[in-house]
């Protein structure tokens, strides 16, 4: 495979398997629509130019294969001309399986949440130890500067997400990446653009779980009945992590601290190791524990565990801190699952007692967007003491099943919490200037660009 063309480069797996080919030696180019950061700065930093929009011509003839994104659909114009011309196509995660992960001990991190954060520090760990691995996953790790690496070592550590593969082929990404340990931290509905119901998801969940060779490790979940379950799928060995007494990996003695969390693993009721992390909220503790566990699969001592996990610096847009501006403290965060979103804010809270905390939603993923989660987001943002509603991102979703902002915010006055819609995001700016005040705490979610609020609203608080 010498050159390749992407058809949707700008999404984070495509932009990054893109960058990684590229360091491969194979020519890589590739088309999309309004690219955005972080994934338009991994591609420019190399050197990699995408042609915006899509056009037949844009495919040269030197292409001797052609990767189609999921996000791809028929009526493509350049989808159109590759199946015209019989090229030779293919879906991302087969990519992967083929140039990477054969000749690999693979680790595959899956579940609803905390994926891209546990992938992170499971790839952390194992550099910081000395282990030097890959990683592939769908965000920016911090200590990495980069949502890939590509090391010498044996281990892939690779995000493993339940989304389709590609138009052709609607099972999911994750089972085509060789499992040698699976990690599934929790399973819930989620991407209602793909699964009609928990049921089709738990089916993808299961066939991800018999994938594993009987030499393999899964490691699931004790506080998420639905990662718990997948145990009975297995022909491998099981462990279980989380705060519930029976699991093997368990966190004892959490503490919030100034610089984070600090608490006690415990491995099989025996104390393994005290850990300080810099990451806050119980859900991060699990997302430790989860690394932990991983991390020791691949031969990593408690030591070099509890150091790793103390230089860990995160992964951008997981309740990242864009700044503090007159005392006012700016974050951003990836949230927009309800459950996601409740725990943000629990961990929010958890740091900063007696503050104020402004919650600010975009709902934009196809699950958030839909009046389903109407009743579990309200729940999620009563953690909060200030709530803006921006708009449905989706329009294309039905209006009979479209989440309404307006139903949300009357859900919330009801129960005491102070919150607006408002539909521009510049009013949004505007209002969130004028009244936030020393010692704030602004939380952004949202799974998109969401119009460059962040930025906005860190320089209107600077001029306020």
Excluded at 43 to 53: H, N, R, S, V, Y
Excluded at 74 to 89: F, H, P, S, T
Excluded at 164 to 187: C, E
Excluded at 417 to 434: F, G, H, M, T
Aim: charged share 25%; hydrophobic share 45%; proline share 3%.
């Amino acid at each position: 495979m010498r050159h390749v063309h992407f058809i949707g480069i700008g999404g984070t797996a495509m932009a990054t398997l893109a960058v990684m080919l590229k360091q491969r030696g194979v020519d890589v180019q590739g088309s999309d629509q309004a690219i955005y950061p972080p994934m338009s700065d991994v591609l420019a930093a190399e050197g990699i130019e995408p042609f915006d929009d899509f056009r037949p011509e844009q495919i040269s003839g030197d292409v001797d294969l052609v990767i189609v994104g999921n996000a791809i659909s028929r009526g493509n114009v350049e989808l159109e001309a590759v199946l015209d011309q019989k090229m030779a196509y293919a879906s991302l995660p087969e990519v992967v399986r083929n140039q990477f992960l054969w000749d690999s001990r693979s680790f595959v991190v899956a579940g609803t949440h905390g994926k891209t954060t546990t992938a992170a520090l499971v790839a952390w760990l194992l550099t910081h130890a000395g282990r030097d691995p890959s990683l592939l996953m769908g965000g920016v790790a911090k200590n990495f500067g980069a949502s890939h690496r590509l090391g010498r070592g044996r281990e892939f550590v690779i995000e493993g997400d339940e989304y389709d593969s590609a138009f052709f082929d609607k099972t999911a990404k994750f089972l085509k990446y060789l499992p040698d340990v699976a990690l599934v931290g929790n399973l819930e509905f989620d991407h209602a653009d793909i699964f009609d119901d928990l049921d089709a998801i738990r089916l993808e969940f299961r066939r991800l779980v018999r994938l594993i060779p009987g030499q393999g490790l899964l490691i699931v979940g004790a506080d998420s009945d639905e990662a718990f379950a997948l145990r009975d799928e297995a022909h491998c060995r099981v462990e279980s992590f989380g705060l519930s007494s029976g699991a093997d990996w368990k966190a004892v003695s959490i503490t919030t601290v100034e610089i984070g969390t600090e608490f006690w693993i415990e491995r099989d009721d025996e104390p393994f190791v005290r850990i300080t992390s810099p990451l806050l909220g119980d859900y991060n503790v699990r997302n430790v524990l989860a690394a932990t566990a991983m991390a020791a699969a691949a031969g990593v001592d408690a030591k070099d565990i509890a150091n790793g996990v103390a230089t860990f610096e995160g992964v951008k847009r997981r309740l990242e801190l864009l700044g503090e501006v007159r005392g006012v403290t700016l974050y951003d965060d990836f949230a927009h699952h309800p459950t996601a979103v409740a725990e943000t804010m629990a961990a929010v809270r958890a740091a900063h007692p007696g503050q104020r905390i402004w919650a600010i939603f975009e709902p934009r993923s196809a699950t958030a967007c839909r009046r389903l989660v109407e009743a579990d987001l309200v729940s999620a943002l009563m953690k909060a003491d200030e709530v803006v509603l921006a708009p449905v991102y989706r329009k294309t979703v039905a209006e009979a099943m479209r989440l309404s902002p307006e139903r949300v915010i009357a859900m919330l006055t009801t129960n005491g919490v102070r919150a607006r819609y408002l539909s521009e995001v510049e009013d949004i700016v505007k209002v969130v200037a004028e009244e936030a005040r020393e010692g704030d705490q602004i939380v952004i979610m949202s799974n998109g660009a969401f119009a460059g609020i962040h930025n906005k609203l860190l320089t209107a608080l600077s001029v306020a």
